[in-house]
């Protein structure tokens, strides 16, 4: 069995209006991309997760962890606050400093990460964030994926980060839970084919989940 691991990181914008209905939203979303991951042998055998968690500071919500030994508790939100992506995007580069395996003369390294942000909002550390981007495009990510949820995400701030940005008009359960769902197939295709190509080659994403071209 191979070692080789797929890292994916996930960063979720917990900022104050993300409370209620959306973060309960996120939360069942969470768990249904889990049930589905865990049923591929593929996602099983190289998916490891990470979960960094952002308002008024980032937090790392869960460690670079194997699929099949990820338990979550309910994410919170504050009252409040500000959406510190800048310093996720800050505390991203450092456990990827510290967690991807690079290959050897005899042993080959971990695949390439991948990376799903979502935010409702924009940078409330807008320099932090652009210094931020400059580093993690030289860590070479096999793919990055912006959503903006809602009407106050702003895109063109989203696109500096990544040519792969896709919208949510509505915070409800049945958007984010195609999301989820979405992104558990990306996880899923990525790690079948896992090295195969420098790009992920992601699905088309479903109905509720537009691309922004």
Same mark, same amino acid.
């Given at each position: 069995?191979?070692?080789?691991?797929? !890292?994916?990181?996930?960063?979720? &914008?917990?900022?104050?209006?993300?409370?209620?209905?959306?973060?309960?939203?996120?939360?069942?979303?969470?768990?249904?991309?889990? *049930?589905?991951?865990?049923?591929?042998?593929?996602?099983?055998?190289?998916?490891?997760?990470?979960?960094?968690?952002? %308002?008024?500071?980032?937090?790392?919500?869960?460690?670079?962890?194997?699929? &099949?030994?990820?338990?979550?508790?309910?994410?919170?939100?504050?009252?409040? /606050?500000?959406?510190?992506? /800048?310093?996720?995007?800050?505390?991203?580069?450092?456990?990827?400093?510290? @967690?991807?395996? +690079?290959?050897? @003369?005899?042993?080959? /390294? &971990?695949?390439?990460?991948?990376?799903?942000?979502?935010? @409702?909002?924009?940078?409330? &550390? =807008?320099?932090?964030?652009?210094?931020?981007?400059? +580093?993690?495009?030289?860590?070479?990510?096999? *793919?990055?994926?912006?959503? $903006?949820?809602?009407?106050? $995400?702003?895109?063109?701030? =989203?696109?500096?980060?990544?040519?792969?940005?896709?919208?949510? %008009?509505?915070? @409800? $359960?049945?958007?984010?839970?195609?999301?989820?769902?979405?992104?558990?197939?990306?996880?899923?295709?990525?790690? *079948? *084919? $896992?090295? =195969?190509? %420098?790009?992920?080659? =992601?699905?088309? !994403?479903?109905?509720?989940?537009?691309?922004?071209?």
């Amino acid at each position: 069995m191979s070692n080789r691991r797929l !890292p994916v990181y996930i960063l979720l &914008d917990t900022s104050g209006s993300m409370r209620g209905e959306p973060i309960h939203s996120v939360n069942v979303g969470l768990q249904a991309m889990f *049930s589905a991951l865990r049923q591929d042998p593929y996602a099983l055998e190289s998916v490891h997760l990470s979960i960094i968690t952002f %308002d008024i500071e980032a937090r790392e919500y869960l460690p670079l962890t194997p699929l &099949d030994e990820v338990r979550l508790e309910e994410i919170q939100t504050p009252q409040s /606050g500000a959406t510190f992506l /800048g310093a996720a995007l800050e505390l991203l580069i450092e456990q990827v400093d510290r @967690d991807i395996r +690079k290959s050897t @003369d005899d042993k080959k /390294g &971990d695949w390439r990460p991948l990376l799903f942000v979502m935010t @409702d909002g924009s940078p409330s &550390d =807008l320099h932090a964030y652009r210094q931020a981007i400059i +580093k993690l495009k030289k860590r070479h990510f096999g *793919s990055i994926v912006a959503c $903006a949820v809602g009407p106050k $995400a702003k895109l063109d701030l =989203l696109r500096e980060l990544t040519d792969r940005v896709v919208q949510l %008009d509505t915070l @409800d $359960a049945a958007a984010f839970s195609s999301f989820f769902k979405w992104v558990s197939a990306s996880v899923a295709v990525g790690s *079948s *084919s $896992a090295g =195969l190509e %420098d790009q992920v080659t =992601l699905p088309p !994403p479903p109905a509720e989940v537009q691309l922004v071209l």
